[in-house]
C-alpha cells in the first residue's frame, strides 16, 4: 500500500491512453514541438489563459529549475517559509545562491514582513504546502506579492484538491509566478509534465534558459488531453477529498493530531513522539508512509489520501501496532 509520494490513486483519463495509442510514428522520429503547443492550447482553454502565459515543462520541478535559473543570480538570495518542499534550497545551491528560510506564522500563516525582509531576489511558497496541506488565502499571498520586488513563485502542486487557488494573481502582478503539475490531479507522475502561468513577459524570459526539447511527444500528448477531460479529473479530486476527511477522522479516533488538509495527504501528530516507530512498524506491514527526520516535524507522518481501500488497509496495520 504505496502512501508516500503522493500520487493520485486512480488511473488517468481514458482518454489519455486513447491520445499516446493515436501518436503517430513521425511523432517519435522527430523533435517534439519545443513549447508543447498542442498542451499549451488546451491549457488555455481549460484555464481560461493566454497560451504565451503558459510555459511546460519536464514535471514541476523542471519549472522549478527553470526558475530558478532565470530569477537568481549566482549570489543571489531565495527565501521561502520553512518547512516547506525539500527541493527548493538544492536548486539554490546548484545555482551557487544563498538560501534564507523563515518560520511560518502561527496557525501556519504566511510571515509576510519576515519574508520581506530577508531582501531576497525570489520567494518560492508551496501553496498549498507540503508537507503540512496547509494553505494561505490568496489575499495574503497577493499582499506578499505586491509588498515584493523580486519574483514570487507560488507552487500550486496540489492545489486541485483546495478551495482556493491564485492563478489570477499571474496574469493580474508582473511579478508572480504560478507552477503546477499534472502528477497529482491528474495521474500523470510517470510521464512528467508540468506548467507554469506567468505574464508572457515573464514566460518569455523562463523560455530562453529551459532545454531546447524538455517535453516528449508522448507527454504531450497525454498531458494535453489529461488536462481536456476535466469532468474526469474532477471526478477522482471529489472522491479524494471524501476520502481525506475518512482518513483524517479514523486518525483522530485513535488519538492523532491531523493539520486541515487542502492537499491530497494529510500531516499527521503521532502520540508519544512514537512517529518513528510507527512509521517501521507500517514499513514492515507492507504499508508506505513518510517519514521526515527534520527537527520540528519528526513526530509526524505524511500519509497520501488513496482509495477506501488504502485507507482500510492503513487502520488495519496501525491497530497491530502496540
Known amino acids: ?14 482518454r489519455v491512453m486513447e491520445a499516446v495509442r493515436a501518436v503517430p510514428p513521425h511523432a517519435l522520429q522527430r523533435y517534439p514541438q519545443p513549447m508543447a503547443d498542442a498542451f499549451r492550447a488546451a491549457a488555455s482553454r481549460v484555464l481560461g489563459v493566454p497560451q504565451d502565459a503558459i510555459l511546460a515543462g519536464n514535471g514541476s520541478d523542471d519549472i522549478l529549475t527553470i526558475a530558478t535559473r532565470t530569477f537568481l543570480d549566482p549570489g543571489g538570495t531565495l527565501a521561502y517559509p520553512e518547512p516547506t518542499y525539500s527541493l527548493y534550497p538544492v536548486l539554490a545551491r546548484l545555482q551557487d545562491a544563498r538560501v534564507v528560510t523563515v518560520p511560518w506564522g502561527s ?5 509576510i514582513d519576515a519574508l520581506v525582509a530577508t531582501g531576497a531576489r525570489a520567494i518560492y511558497l508551496a501553496n498549498p504546502n507540503a508537507p503540512t496541506g496547509t494553505r494561505v488565502p490568496a489575499s495574503a499571498v497577493e ?5 515584493f520586488d523580486g519574483v514570487l513563485l507560488v507552487d500550486e502542486a496540489y492545489v486541485d484538491f ?12 508582473p511579478n508572480v ?21 506567468a505574464r508572457p513577459e515573464l514566460v518569455r524570459e523562463m523560455a530562453k534558459v529551459k532545454d531546447s526539447y524538455n517535453c516528449d511527444a508522448l507527454s504531450i500528448a497525454a498531458a494535453a488531453a489529461a488536462i481536456s477531460d476535466q469532468d474526469y479529473a474532477r ?19 485513535r488519538g492523532w493530531s491531523v493539520l486541515p488538509s487542502q492537499a491530497n495527504f494529510v500531516f499527521a501528530t503521532v502520540p508519544g513522539h512514537r512517529a518513528r516507530t510507527v512509521h517501521s512498524a507500517l514499513k514492515a506491514a507492507g504499508v508506505l ?3 521526515f527526520d527534520v527537527p520540528g516535524i519528526d513526530d509526524k507522518l ?9 485507507t482500510d488497509a492503513l487502520v488495519a496495520a496501525l491497530s497491530t501496532i502496540p
Open 1 to 14: 500500500v504505496k502512501l508516500n509520494t503522493n500520487e493520485n490513486p486512480y488511473p488517468p483519463s481514458p
Open 107 to 111: 496557525g501556519w500563516s504566511l510571515p
Open 143 to 147: 499582499a506578499l506579492a505586491r509588498a
Open 162 to 173: 483546495a478551495d482556493e487557488n491564485c492563478l489570477d494573481l499571474a496574469l493580474r502582478l
Open 177 to 197: 509566478v504560478i507552477s503546477r503539475t499534472m502528477s497529482k490531479s491528474y495521474s500523470l507522475a510517470g510521464v512528467r509534465f508540468g506548467f507554469s502561468v
Open 235 to 253: 471526478s477522482t479530486w471529489s472522491k479524494i477529498r471524501a476520502e481525506r476527511s475518512r482518513l483524517t477522522s479514523a486518525l483522530e479516533a
Open 289 to 291: 508512509v513518510r517519514y
Open 302 to 310: 505524511r500519509i497520501t489520501v488513496g482509495t477506501p481501500e488504502d
